[in-house]
């Protein structure tokens, strides 16, 4: 655990907590969140991950030749969508 | 989609959580986001982190504690609040949808990234609430009564769920299903 989390990238500044406010009438709501496409860049320039991370779309046979399904990216749907 | 660019999925997870009754019913509702393109043995291993806070949703008052009319009221608000709440959270991804991003990846390699909203990951009392549909209906397909256990092939078939829809508001005024939306 110890290991895991000095591999582990700090948070850059870009990640920060953002307010806002939402006001319906009644009373204004407060809520926080961070930058959606920060938090994506963060996770996939994660070193930590780097052995477990794909980029690319593969197709699993085993060995009769059946297609296999397992991970995200061996789906047909990854296929489509990336090609 | 342009070669050697790279899809994203982004999996959301959400869940409503009560932290106490005194005080006046405390809860919490967490925002979390991971990708797709981690390992599954990585993703779900909760010792390595993978999973980010996204947001903290406000959570309204449920009644207000006047009338069935306020409270009525008061839920249609909420679901307005809401709605717009995941579209300002979610407005960054749809700027960047069509061009995709220049990201570097852990490989050392800068990618093309292309962000996909591909799964939302939450209990079935959560997507009730999300989707505002009852919390007897099914969040992803429509299935006529008399057609209940058999192979649903009629997902998202619209005119079946204006019938349906019908019907549940002539048996069940309170429970209806509103517009199941997907994010």
């Known amino acids: 655990m110890q290991q895991h989390l000095d591999v582990l990238d700090p948070f850059s500044e870009s990640l920060v907590w953002r307010e806002d406010i939402i006001d319906h009438g009644r009373h204004a709501a407060t809520f926080y969140y961070w930058n959606i496409i ?19 779309t593969i197709r699993e046979y085993d060995s009769t030749g059946e297609r296999v399904y397992s991970e ?11 090609g | 989609m342009p ?10 997870l959400s869940d409503q959580t009560q932290l106490t009754y005194f005080s006046g019913d405390k809860k919490a509702w967490p925002v979390y986001l991971t990708i797709g393109n981690i390992l599954s043995r990585t993703r779900n291993s909760p010792v390595k982190m993978p999973i980010l806070l996204l947001a ?14 306020t409270d ?31 990201m570097d990846c ?13 799964a939302w990951i939450v209990d079935h009392a959560e997507h009730a609430a999300l989707h505002r549909i009852g919390s007897k209906s099914c ?10 256990g058999g192979n649903p092939l009629k997902m998202y078939q619209t005119h079946h769920y204006i019938l349906y829809r019908e019907k549940a508001l002539r048996h069940e005024p309170a429970k209806v299903a509103g517009s199941a939306e997907y994010f």
């Open chain 1, 38 to 56: 920060d938090c994506v860049r963060y996770l996939i320039r994660q070193v930590a991950y780097r052995s477990d991370m794909v980029y690319a």
């Open chain 1, 72 to 82: 995200m990216h061996t789906a047909d749907w990854s296929w489509d969508t990336q």
């Open chain 2, 3 to 12: 070669p050697g660019s790279t899809v994203v999925p982004i999996i959301g």
């Open chain 2, 56 to 69: 903290l949703l406000p959570v309204p008052p449920k009644f207000t504690g006047e009338s069935a009319r």
């Open chain 2, 72 to 102: 009525e009221a008061q839920r249609q608000m909420n679901a307005n609040v809401r709605r717009s709440v995941f579209d300002r959270v979610l407005v960054q991804l749809e700027q960047v949808v069509q061009e995709g991003t220049v």
């Open chain 2, 106 to 118: 852990a490989d050392g390699k800068t990618r093309l990234c292309f962000h996909i909203l591909s």
């Open chain 2, 139 to 148: 969040p992803k397909c429509e299935v006529p009564c008399k057609e209940l």
